[in-house]
């Protein structure tokens, strides 16, 4: 059951009471990375807020998924992500602060922002 609300230009879809609302404007909300922050592809799933993610310097990274992220998104494998290392343990440990939509992700892939081995992983 799909609706186009013509006021806001917004997609409502109505799954009993629960309203799922979807943007047609997702591509300009897209978050850029801070400094220090990389991007990263979601290759394991270890169960609770942790995933191995690898990143684009090079590095596999245990990481955890913020509090405030972990409550309103689901992460799955291939997915891309915005991680910031830790401060110590910056090799091997970081946190997810931000995921992408896949329309996000390839339209990163064709700026030639991602490292080809990224580039890779979403695709498949």
């Known amino acids: 059951m799909e609706k186009l609300n013509n006021k806001l230009g ?3 879809v109505g799954m009993g009471k629960r309203k799922i609302v979807s943007e047609p404007d997702e591509l300009e909300q897209m978050m ?11 290759v394991k799933m270890y169960g609770y ?7 684009s310097d090079g590095k596999t990274r245990l990481c955890r998924i913020r509090g405030q992220l972990k ?6 494998e291939g997915d ?18 931000w995921r992408f939509t896949k329309g996000q ?3 990163l892939a064709e700026q030639g922002v991602l ?3 990224l580039k890779a992983r979403i695709s498949e």
């Open 10 to 12: 917004k997609y409502i």
């Open 32 to 42: 850029e990375p801070g400094p220090g922050d990389v991007y990263g592809v979601v």
């Open 49 to 55: 807020d942790r995933v191995l993610v690898e990143c």
């Open 71 to 76: 409550r309103r998104i689901w992460i799955k």
């Open 80 to 97: 891309l992500v915005l991680v910031s290392p830790w401060d110590f343990q910056s090799d091997k440990r970081g946190d997810i602060w």
């Open 105 to 107: 992700a390839l339209k």
């Open 115 to 117: 490292p080809d081995f």
